[in-house]
T-cell receptor, first 114, second 115 residues
Framework: DAGVTQSPTHLIKTRGQQVTLRCSPK?????VSWYQQALGQGPQFIFQ???????QRGNFPDRFSGHQFPNYSSELNVNALLLGDSALYLC?????????????FGQGTRLTVV | SQELEQSPQSLIVQEGKNLTINCTSS?????LYWYKQKYGEGLIFLMM?????EEKSHEKITAKLDEKKQQSSLHITASQPSHAGIYLC???????????????FGQGTILTVHP
């Protein structure tokens, strides 16, 4: 079991550009959550996808959007990048069943906006 | 909205020493999750607590949720360099205590263990 995999691991973009980050959940998991972690801070919840729909959203602008595919993998898109978007982006997968327990996190994508 | 405050923000100890990290919530904790993170990497799940007074242990790490369910502590006994990293507490936002992947995190505690 490969666990949660994210790609790419590192990315450098220019202010104003658009970026797409990808996440493959752990086998058997159907829910994907995205987090932004700025340097020295705890992760901040961006949004969550289940059954190919956005189910919950944190306090992030519409520049942040996502998608979930039938195979449960997910993408995070950020438009009109700002310098402040530089952060570690984490994907977490979980199973939305009665016995749901902890979320499993990927290694993250380090985004640098210059 | 719920806020979690971790203390201390950073901790430097000598190998073999015991230490405690605290996580205090602005609201009742229904599900409290402890994770460990190596710098710049993903989060590794340590333990989940749901009941007031509940205590769980794994190897040399013990976590407890107080009776009033507004504070949790993580205790490491006889620390080792392998314990170094960032410790994060996260809270579920539903009364069932299950995160379904959505957590509110504290700011983290950076632990350094000198050999």
């Amino acid at each position: 079991d490969a666990g949660v995999t994210q790609s790419p691991t590192h990315l450098i973009k220019t202010r104003g550009q658009q970026v797409t980050l990808r996440c493959s959940p752990k086998s058997g998991h159907d829910t994907v959550s995205w987090y932004q972690q700025a340097l020295g801070q705890g992760p901040q919840f961006i949004f969550q996808y289940y059954e190919e729909e956005e189910r919950q959203r944190g306090n992030f602008p519409d520049r942040f959007s996502g998608h979930q595919f039938p195979n449960y993998s997910s993408e995070l898109n950020v438009n009109a990048l700002l310098l402040g978007d530089s952060a570690l982006y984490l994907c977490a997968s979980s199973f939305r069943g009665l016995m749901s327990t902890e979320a499993f996190f990927g290694q993250g994508t380090r985004l640098t906006v210059v | 909205s719920q806020e979690l405050e971790q203390s201390p923000q950073s901790l430097i100890v000598q190998e073999g020493k015991n230490l405690t990290i605290n996580c205090t919530s602005s609201k009742t904790l229904y599900g409290l999750y402890w994770y460990k993170q190596k710098y710049g990497e993903g989060l590794i799940f340590l333990m989940m607590l749901q009941k007031g007074g509940e205590e769980k242990s794994h190897e040399k790490i013990t976590a407890k949720l107080d009776e009033k369910k507004q504070q949790s502590s993580l205790h490491i006994t006889a620390s080792q360099p392998s314990h170094a990293g960032i410790y994060l507490c996260g809270a579920a936002d539903n009364a069932g205590g299950t995160s379904y992947g959505k957590l509110t995190f504290g700011q983290g505690t950076i632990l350094t263990v000198h050999p």
